[in-house]
Structure formats: structure tokens, C-alpha cells
């Protein structure tokens, strides 16, 4: 089944025209009025440079001004076997269609919103045959089984047009498009950039990319500059000043030899203001009795440090380099 982007939005078409998916890129005055643009020609010359295939708009009151239309656009130098030239369904329509897909033009007949409508259009040799479902759903009508009818008269009867499902509103349009066996969809991109998206993906992705980094990224490539550290006699106070600008709950206590002699935790501020009131922060870090930080070299993968946090229930480890502390990790950093 063809893709085609239904868009005149030129920054999006060439966007989309770098996945390398879609097969063209259908276009209507109406898109062209709503993004301002008023060099009809001028827009139609840059598409056809941008995308494979082109479909726009002939127009005419009667077969011979859209046969000349059609004439007219390819003489802006647009390529005959990569322009589709659309033409909505009539009687003149049909007429123009025939002329020109006998001489060699690609001819897209859409507004189609009858059975009645595609046929002539198939018996006129129409490359494209286009419902557009939206427009008839807003309306209440089966649009679903109207394609469905479509398809089947050009396998029934062996019409070599396409059947283009058109007028898509959301994701599911283009499941039904898929389901119903249509040979081509035109899609917005709006409706275009859900049609990778899952939630399951979503998560399923996440945990690959965590998996991955626990199994491949070193301790000292996921810690951060700050390295929060304290002496023994820093107060209590300028270390709450130290972990509020670094980010941290909690700061290294290390000696003179930048050895880890203590951790001091927001759980312990929390103890001590129990037991001693406000007036603890006056203390020295020294005074209190420290916990024993746990610690992991800075060379070990994340996977070790995930083990650790995991048997130990804690949030932070001080992480050593040759037994020096260079930093803190976070448990959440496993996963940033």
C-alpha cells in the first residue's frame, strides 16, 4: 500500500520527504490558502523538486479548460510520469479524464463519495480513484464499506486504478485502510507521527535503554561535577547549605587525606532536630555519630552500583577513585 502525505505545509513535506517512506504528496488549493501561500505555481514548481510523486489540483468548467490546465502546469516544467493531476468527479471530469490518460498523463479522480462515482471514474481510466472517508463519516454515511466496494470492483473487474483512502482523520482511518486492502492512503502528518506510537513500545524501549546503561556505563561516567564533600568540622548548618546547592541528600564527610570517614543524610537532620531542636544545626558534623558510608570505585559498571543501592535500601553511595572520593551517586542517576 502507497503512502502519501496530505500536507502544503513546505517545512513538514520536507521532513517527511527525509524518512524516505512516503511515495508522494498530495495537495489542495485549500491547504495552500490555509498556510498563506499565493504563488500557486511558484509552490507546485518546489514540491515537485521535493517529493517522487506530486498530486495537485486541474480545474476547469468544462473537460477541455482542465485538459488545458493539466497542460498548462506541466509546461512549469513539472515531469509528466511524476505528476498526478487531480480532478474532482463529473461528467466533464470523467471527459477530461479519459483525454488525458490517453495521452499519458496520471490522473487522480477524488471528491468521490458514491459507488456510482468510482465506477465512472474506473471506466475513465483513472490512475487514482479517491473517497474521501472523513468528509463522509462527518456526514453519518458507511464510508468503510464504500471503499470496501471500491476495492473489490478493481479486483472484480480488473480496472487498473488505485484505490487512494483519503480524507484521514486518525490512526485508526489508516488501520482501516490497511484492513479494507485500499492500494493507497494519504495521511496528514499530524496522524503520520502516531502511527509508530504505543505506550508498550514506550515502555518496553525505557527499559531496554535502562537495561543497557546499568550493563555498559561506568560509575564515573554517570556521576555528576558536583562532589559534595565536608570535614569534620563544617556545621551542621553550611552542610545543609552544601547539599541544597549541589542538589544532593547528603554530603561526604572525608579526612584530611580525602578519605570517606562519614555520610551526613537529610534523614540524619531530620534525627537530629528531634532529639536536639533547632539548635543542632550549630553542631560540628564531627559531633554526631556518623553513619558508615557505603561506597563503590568509580571504574565499577552501574549494574554493581544497582546491586548495592538494592541490598542496602539506600539512595546514595560515595564513589572512590583509588580509595579517594571523587563524587556521589544517586540511585537516580541509574536510570538518568
Avoid at 495521452?103 to 465512472?120: D, K
Avoid at 549494574?303 to 543501592?309: L, M, R
Wanted: charged residues 25%; contains cysteine; negative net charge.
Amino acid at each position: 500500500m502507497e503512502l502519501y502525505l496530505d500536507s502544503a505545509d513546505l517545512a513538514e513535506i520536507k521532513e517527511v520527504s527525509k524518512l524516505g517512506i512516503i511515495a508522494g504528496l498530495t495537495t489542495t488549493p485549500t491547504f495552500m490558502h490555509r498556510h498563506g501561500i499565493t504563488d500557486v505555481d511558484g509552490a507546485i514548481v518546489e514540491l515537485s523538486k521535493i517529493v517522487d510523486v506530486l498530486q495537485i489540483e486541474a480545474l476547469g468548467a468544462n473537460a477541455e479548460e482542465i485538459v488545458a490546465e493539466a497542460y498548462r502546469q506541466e509546461a512549469l516544467g513539472l515531469d509528466r510520469k511524476k505528476t498526478v493531476y487531480k480532478i474532482p468527479i463529473s461528467m466533464e471530469g470523467v471527459k477530461a479524464c479519459k483525454i488525458l490518460t490517453d495521452e499519458g498523463f496520471l490522473v487522480n479522480i477524488h471528491l468521490v463519495y458514491t459507488l456510482q462515482q468510482a465506477y465512472m471514474a474506473m471506466n475513465a481510466g483513472a490512475t487514482y480513484v479517491c473517497p474521501l472517508v472523513g468528509r463522509l463519516q462527518d456526514q453519518g454515511h458507511d464510508a468503510l464499506a464504500l471503499v470496501s466496494q471500491c476495492v473489490e470492483a478493481v479486483e472484480y473487474y480488473g480496472y487498473k486504478s488505485k484505490i487512494m483512502f483519503s480524507s484521514v482523520r486518525h490512526a485508526e482511518h489508516v488501520r482501516n485502510a490497511i484492513n479494507l486492502g485500499v492500494h493507497t492512503v494519504t495521511v496528514p502528518w499530524k496522524v503520520m507521527k502516531q502511527l509508530t506510537e504505543n505506550n508498550f513500545t514506550k515502555v518496553g524501549t525505557e527499559e531496554f535503554e535502562v537495561h543497557t546503561r546499568l550493563m555498559t556505563v561506568k560509575v564515573k561516567e554517570a556521576i555528576n561535577n558536583n562532589n559534595p564533600v565536608v570535614t569534620a568540622d563544617t556545621s551542621i548548618s553550611d552542610c545543609l547549605l552544601k547539599m541544597t546547592a549541589g542538589g544532593f541528600g547528603a554530603v561526604t564527610v572525608i579526612s584530611d587525606q580525602n578519605e570517606a570517614v562519614g555520610i551526613f543524610t537529610d534523614g540524619d537532620l531530620r534525627r537530629l532536630i528531634e532529639t536536639d531542636g533547632t539548635e543542632g544545626i550549630n553542631k560540628n558534623v564531627g559531633e554526631l555519630e556518623l553513619t558508615t558510608p557505603l561506597s563503590i570505585d568509580s571504574n565499577e559498571i552501574l549494574f554493581k552500583a544497582q546491586d548495592i543501592f538494592s541490598k542496602n535500601k539506600v539512595d546514595g553511595l560515595v564513589v572512590t577513585e583509588n580509595g579517594k572520593v571523587i563524587g556521589m551517586l544517586d540511585v537516580q542517576d541509574l536510570v538518568s
